[in-house]
């Protein structure tokens, strides 16, 4: 046969594989050898090309078509002669396994025998199909419990949390500089604070105060007002128990502000011991913080301008004129709740003198039947003025203190408004400044080197008002944009304590209508009790404790218990 590759393999397949060629073995043992040998053909004999007949085979499933297929037993046998190539390595295909089980008992698909007869020695005596995986085991609690609440987020766990009562109202001094004194205790997770408790003495101007001061140091920040003075009847108990209310919530709100709860003079407020002292050696340190106190309201909206101002923004216009409507309704709401109130009261003094009046006539009244119901009457009266009185004073610590309060808070919020009109205002006469500098400046570079130096100093102070305009510009947008965060907050609180407000103050009414209608209803049981004389019988009062007489019926009476006994 020829050395032609094609033609060896011709040949080689028509052997039969019983007798196996040494050669070929040895070729399969060294397969590096005979690769170095078939690389060398005979010089002596010319190779010829053989045409091979191609026969097309039908692939079902093999995915690597005839590649895939495996090399038939004969050609293992009995291969080709010693100057056959060699023949190349096959890569063993293993079996893919899958965890997925066929649906219904599908077959599995075509492919390359397992030479290692994998399939077959883990599949005696079991169902034919993929292999099942391990069960696995259901995860076990972890004995460790964490004690944080997963609906808190990071932000507001990392947030101080404030408790702050106001209580304790008594007044001190004399006739001339009496005033109320309350005690401030403080409840707080701030690492700012020295201790997480603590109790401090203030009266009304130090939170007032602390008002101004915080809207001096926060511009465009809705500072939570204090309740406004009264000069005439400051020291009767409902007034300070209103005062003190409302006090307490203006702290709890501005100390659970963002911006406000980390402000340096809300800690010198609430911590301070001698706080007089530190305000004073405060005021020595900033000479100009006594002369900012009310600056931005006394200015009003004409602050640097001559001109009135006129809002461009859209958005800043309709809040300010809603703004302006709400304090209007508000302030109407707070007058006809104060006329109920008043109303509530007038109810409360006529059912006290109609029992008084029924008190009267039911000790006139000889008849028992007669005189035990009104005096009954007279007792359910009373009730009534008690229960007037209460509703009257529940309305103004619940829904009235809520109306005061939120219309303190809209002037605070015009306050801020106008503390934006004067940083419009300063931003406006930066710009005239650097107009008026950058005019001289080129006066100046028209008249050449002669003015050298002037040119230079111009040139620092129109570098130095730019810098200006630009800060003013910043202040200005900033400015803008915290407004409307604050607005935002208020429109949200308003909403919560409003809602808050009309339901405790329903569900004083309505507990007051229920105890009116209990106390009625056993009133009339009783009136229809007519048999029993005794329900509203009363025994007389007897004076244990008074002097014996001289008279005679005195005497007969002493007889008849010495008889007796």
């Keep these: 046969m020829d050395d032609s590759p094609w033609a060896d393999e011709a040949a080689s397949q028509s052997l039969p594989s019983s007798q196996p060629d040494e050669s070929s073995t040895a ?24 045409a091979q007949p191609t026969q097309l085979t039908a692939v079902e499933d093999d995915p690597l078509g005839p590649l895939g297929a495996a090399t038939p037993p004969s050609l293992d046998a009995g291969l080709l002669g010693s100057d056959a190539p060699p023949v190349p390595p096959v890569k063993e295909q293993l079996p893919i396994r899958t965890t997925l089980a066929s649906a219904g008992g599908a077959p599995r698909r075509a492919g390359p025998p397992d030479p290692h007869r994998i399939d077959e020695d883990e599949d005696d005596g079991r169902p034919a199909g993929p292999r099942q995986p391990p069960p696995v085991q259901p995860p076990q609690p972890s004995p460790v419990r964490s004690t944080t609440q997963p609906g808190v987020s990071i932000e507001q766990a990392a947030k101080p949390n404030f408790v702050i009562t106001v209580g304790d109202p008594h007044k001190v001094g004399d006739l001339t500089s009496s005033h109320i004194v309350y005690s401030v205790r403080t409840r707080t997770t701030s690492k700012a604070y020295k201790q997480s408790e603590f109790e401090v003495k203030r009266r009304y101007r130090d939170f007032l105060w602390l008002y101004n001061t915080l809207h001096a140091n926060n511009p465009g920040v809705v500072v939570p007002p204090p309740p406004e003075k009264q000069a005439v009847g400051r020291f009767e108990s409902n007034f300070v128990e209103a ?65 009135k101002f006129v809002e461009q923004d859209d958005w800043f216009h309709d809040r300010r004129v809603y703004l302006d409507a709400l304090e209007n309704q508000l302030k109407a709401l707070l007058k006809a709740m104060e006329s109920m109130v008043t109303q509530r009261k007038a109810m409360s003094e006529a059912a006290g003198d109609f029992s008084a009046s029924l008190h ?110 630009h800060q003013a510009r910043l202040l200005f947008e900033d400015m803008g944009r915290l407004m409307r965060n604050e607005l935002d907050r208020f429109e949200r609180e308003k909403v919560e304590d409003f809602k808050s407000g009309v339901e405790t103050f329903l569900e004083g009414a309505v507990e007051a209508q229920k105890e009116l209608i209990e106390k009625w209803e056993t009133f009339l049981m009783q009136l229809d009790a007519e048999d029993d004389e005794t329900v509203f019988y009363r025994p007389p009062v007897i004076q244990t404790n008074k002097p014996a007489g001289n008279t005679a019926v005195d005497r007969a009476r002493a007889n008849i218990d010495d008889d007796s006994d």
């Design 27 to 50: 070729a399969l043992k060294s397969p590096t050898t005979a690769a170095a040998s078939s690389r060398k053909p005979s010089r002596l004999t010319p190779r010829r090309l053989v």
């Design 243 to 307: 005062r003190r209310a409302a006090l307490e919530k203006m702290l709890n709100k501005t100390a659970v502000h963002p911006a406000l709860q980390h402000d340096a003079d809300l800690k010198l407020f609430l911590e301070s011991e001698a706080f007089n002292i530190d305000v004073k050696h405060k005021e020595r340190k900033e000479p100009n913080l006594g002369e900012s106190k009310g600056m931005l309201s006394s200015f009003g909206i004409n602050v640097g301008s001559s001109s």
């Design 360 to 469: 009267a006539l039911s000790t006139v009244e000889l008849s028992p039947t007669l005189s035990g119901p009104l005096d009954a009457l007279s007792d359910l009266q009373i009730t009534i003025r008690d229960i007037y009185d209460r509703q009257a004073q529940q309305d103004v610590l619940t829904f009235g203190i809520i109306l005061e309060e939120y219309i303190r808070l809209i002037g605070s919020v015009k306050q801020a408004f106008n503390q934006r009109q004067k940083a419009f205002y300063s931003w406006h006469t930066a710009e005239s400044e650097l107009q008026k500098r950058k005019t001289t400046q080129d006066k100046l570079l028209r008249q050449g080197k002669s003015q050298q130096d002037r040119l230079t100093q111009m040139s620092a102070e129109v570098a130095d008002a730019e810098r200006k305009v």
